[in-house]
């Protein structure tokens, strides 16, 4: 195992860097349901256990791709992120997530997925809120540090039953969307960052 030294001379700081990075895009990716992007943070032949879902990317992406389709609003946090590399190449690396998604009123068979089988209030929309861990293996091929093998940690789960008074947004305000349309890809675009997305014209 690398010495203490080695785990942070300059060149697995930039590695440190890069892999935070990847997780950071994660988030976005899930969160704005960018199938592509989630897609660019495993290797191809990565396995996903999400607990409900469990095999390789292509079924990762169409399985959340079917759940979220009632989920109008989704936010991962990451925090805690310890970072232990095994080889130059292999890394492990622990990450505490804190996740709020919002199911639609007729979205309870997804929420049911990730709540043990709890549905909250008939008729209403229901805020799902909670904290898992991911540990994840990472490795670098070809030069690319991404997920080879990726294990969620259940931990706390709440549901929450929206109210049908709860606060909305105001009609002239910049509000997030959960697809390529969200306000994020414009600026990246007009950036140089990305290309625009046909869905933003």
Known sequence: MPNLTEQYSPDRLVDRAI?????????????????????????AD????????????????DWVRERHKTITFSMHQLSNMLIEFATPDLALVETTVCSIQRYTADGKKSLAQLSGGKLGAPGRESDLMGSSRYVD??????????????????????IVDVDADAPVMGS????????????????????????PSPLSR
């Open 19 to 43: 892999i935070h990075d990847v997780m950071m895009k994660w988030c976005r990716a899930i969160d704005r349901l960018d199938l592509d992007a989630i897609r660019a943070v495993f290797h």
């Open 46 to 61: 990565a396995h996903d256990d999400h607990g409900p879902y469990r095999g390789g990317v292509d079924g990762l992406i």
């Open 137 to 158: 293996r990472f490795e670098r091929r070809h030069g690319e540090w991404r997920i080879a093998r990726r294990t969620v940690i259940a931990g706390w789960r709440r």
């Open 172 to 195: 002239d305000w910049t509000v997030q969307r959960r697809d390529l349309t969200d306000f994020i890809f414009r600026e990246r675009a007009e950036l140089g960052l990305a290309k």
